[in-house]
């Protein structure tokens, strides 16, 4: 592989670098995809992180997109580790964050979705989508549920994720929400 064009990474210089996440993810199951875009691969005459950004829109059967799923503010973290051994090496990404309250639709939801792959579509404080899941490699929901206490504690479902891949990338085209959901920009309602 050649690397000869790889240059010094330089630091913020002023730059904002919000962390966090914010409060909702997209989903969808693998099963709704016609197709599942990809980043390009690592190419030493491409501009600097092309092969980080997927730039081509996935697109779904008809019927069907993204999906929203509110998460408390503040109760999200996206994490990626190496894992695998010399020689064979990828990244596990993990996100964890929390869906409020009791309702049956949303216990349903989860109910279900533990058995099915997808790809998830994680916003960062700034709005910069970053991509969990992919063909063949997808995220898994792991949801699980608690009750509080009368004393204090949150009701509701802590949503857990999970998968493996190449790398952690970053998804920068249109977003094709399932019609009648709402779109990423709106506020959930009850």
């Known amino acids: 592989m050649d690397l000869s064009n790889l240059t010094s990474l330089g630091g913020l210089e002023g730059a904002d670098n ?24 690592y190419d030493p005459t491409a501009v600097p992180g092309t092969s980080a950004i997927i730039a081509t829109k996935h697109t779904f059967k008809p019927g ?16 990626g580790s190496v894992v ?3 020689d064979g090496r990828g990244q596990k990404i993990e996100l964890e964050g ?35 899941g992919a ?10 549920y608690n009750s509080g206490k009368i004393s204090g504690g949150r009701r509701g479902i802590t949503v857990k994720a999970e998968c493996y891949a190449a790398g952690i990338k970053l998804y920068s085209a249109d977003v094709e929400m399932k019609p009648g959901d709402q779109s990423p920009t709106q506020t959930p309602t009850a």
Not at 135 to 144: K, N, R, S, T
């Open 18 to 41: 919000t962390p966090g996440l914010l409060n909702y993810v997209l989903w969808a199951p693998i099963s709704w995809f016609a197709t599942i875009a990809k980043a390009p691969k």
């Open 64 to 79: 069907f997109g993204f999906i929203r799923i509110y998460l408390t503010l503040d109760s999200n973290e996206l994490k």
């Open 84 to 86: 695998g051994e010399r």
């Open 98 to 132: 929390f869906h409020p309250g009791n309702k049956a639709a949303a216990l349903e939801f989860f109910n279900l979705v533990k058995n099915i792959d997808g790809i998830m579509l994680v916003p960062d404080a700034d709005g910069t989508y970053v991509q969990v």
């Open 135 to 144: 063909d063949g490699l997808p995220v898994e929901l792991a949801p699980a």
